[in-house]
């Protein structure tokens, strides 16, 4: 403990330095990354954001003699260093890593199985949560006092970060494990759209009656999945959330490193929740390209503004929808820029748009079954087949999310 409350002070005077760069720099690979920037629409200076996991004073306490798990990928980082190496250094007993979809690392594909290996730095054990088990064994809770959660997520019910740790609560309440997340900011957390979830349609891709976009931090999600009673547990779990500093939910947070494989910056973080859906579709997203999220295409597409060829990328994309054929359609960069950033809504033009454009002896139908797994209901699908209008669609959105919106305040950890 000695060592921990020697080098604290250190640690996090650099994290905080490492924190403050502009919003834009280029990695040891000549590759553009983002950076930690608080974006406000007044002269006032803006204030850095500090996610929880660079508040080393607030927690660094109640991980003494401790045996501690996280749940961490790349997105794990208190400036240029990793959480559990951080942690290491400072003489956090650290027993077992648990890997979500992407790895540890961040480089596997979506949906790839994530194997338990060992990590090549450390050589702690990594435990796989997304390939034979989602939720943890007690055989893989064993010896463990608590767990921690540092995950960067992008607010969207079918990014599956959430529902690892829901599993990940749930392992921690039976076995009698404190919790603790240590929250990062949404960015997409100004508003909250969509569909809500209905029980007939819950899976891993969403597993909570939420709308498809929910408005909230991880910490604010855990406390809404504890407080509600979502656990399927008898016992009583101990969770705790570190908090940011410097963040409301109308904060533009730029993120250091890419969430996942396919949003790999602030364009496709912004335009994920509308293009999501079309995962569901017989449209590319632009996957195995260099502009996954950013772009709409398929094959025999008329009247189209831009040609892409998807292909295999290792860790990003494998085999990628319609690899190696040229697709037509939409370059949305510019459009995100202007518009969705600051919209604080979902876009269903673009789904209206391919649906009426589709050809079926080309591509078949233009919806597949994962759409409504997708969506979180049926309904969309139909109303939008039968040509309901945008306006009259979210009409039938508003008692969700306005009954949502109540439940939520309870919650929030952040003034909106």
């Known amino acids: 403990m000695h060592k921990i409350v020697f080098l604290l002070s250190l640690v996090f005077y650099f994290s905080l330095d490492a924190c403050s760069g502009t919003k834009e720099s280029t990695n040891s690979n000549g590759e553009k990354e983002l950076a930690i920037v608080e974006e406000n629409s007044t002269s006032q200076p803006a204030k850095i954001v500090i996610p929880g996991a660079y508040r080393l004073e607030e927690y660094l306490s109640l991980l003494a003699d401790k045996k501690v798990g996280l749940m961490v990928n790349q997105t794990s980082m208190i400036g240029n260093t990793h959480l559990v190496d951080t942690l290491l250094s400072i003489g956090v007993d650290i027993q077992r890593i648990f890997a979500p979809e992407h790895g540890f690392r961040g ?27 989602r939720k943890p064994t007690n055989e893989m809770m064993s010896g463990l006092d608590i767990v921690i959660f540092d995950i960067q997520d992008v607010g969207v019910r079918f990014y599956t970060y959430i529902s690892s740790m829901h599993y990940l609560m749930e392992a921690c309440s039976d076995n009698s494990i404190a919790f603790m997340v240590l929250d990062r900011p949404n960015p997409n957390g100004h508003f909250i759209d969509g569909p809500t979830l209905e029980p007939e349609f819950r899976s891993f891709i969403g597993m909570h009656e939420v709308p498809l976009v ?31 500093e410097n963040y409301d939910h109308n904060t533009f947070y730029q993120l250091p490193v890419r969430p996942s494989p396919n949003l790999p910056n602030m364009s496709s973080v912004y335009l994920y929740p509308s293009l999501g859906l079309f995962e569901g579709t017989n449209v590319s997203v632009g996957r195995g390209t260099e502009k996954p999220f950013q772009i709409l295409g398929r094959p025999g597409q008329k009247n ?65 079954p ?43 950890l952040y003034s909106e």
């Not at 999310?401 to 305040?409: A, L």
Request: glycine letters at 10%.
């Open 107 to 133: 480089d596997h594909s979506a949906g790839a199985h994530v194997r338990n290996s060992t990590d090549v730095k450390t050589g702690l054990q990594i435990t796989s949560l997304y390939g034979k088990h």
């Open 214 to 244: 929910h408005g909230m931090t991880t910490g604010e999600f855990a406390k809404m999945i504890q407080g509600r009673g979502w656990l399927k547990s008898s016992k009583e779990l101990e969770l705790m959330v570190v908090h940011c």
């Open 304 to 368: 189209t503004e831009i040609n892409f060829t998807p292909e295999s990328i290792p860790g990003v994309s494998d085999h990628p929808k319609y690899e190696g054929k040229t697709c037509g359609g939409m370059d949305l960069e510019k459009f995100v820029l202007e518009q969705v950033k600051d919209s604080g809504r979902l876009f269903l033009q673009f789904l209206f748009e391919f649906n009426s454009s589709n050809n079926i002896a080309q591509n078949g139908a233009f919806f597949k």
């Open 370 to 412: 994962f759409f409504s797994k997708l969506a979180g209901t049926k309904r969309l699908q139909e109303q939008i087949e039968n040509g309901v209008s945008e306006y009259d669609i979210r009409k039938t959105w508003k008692e969700d999310i306005d009954s949502f919106r109540e439940m939520r305040r309870e919650y929030l």
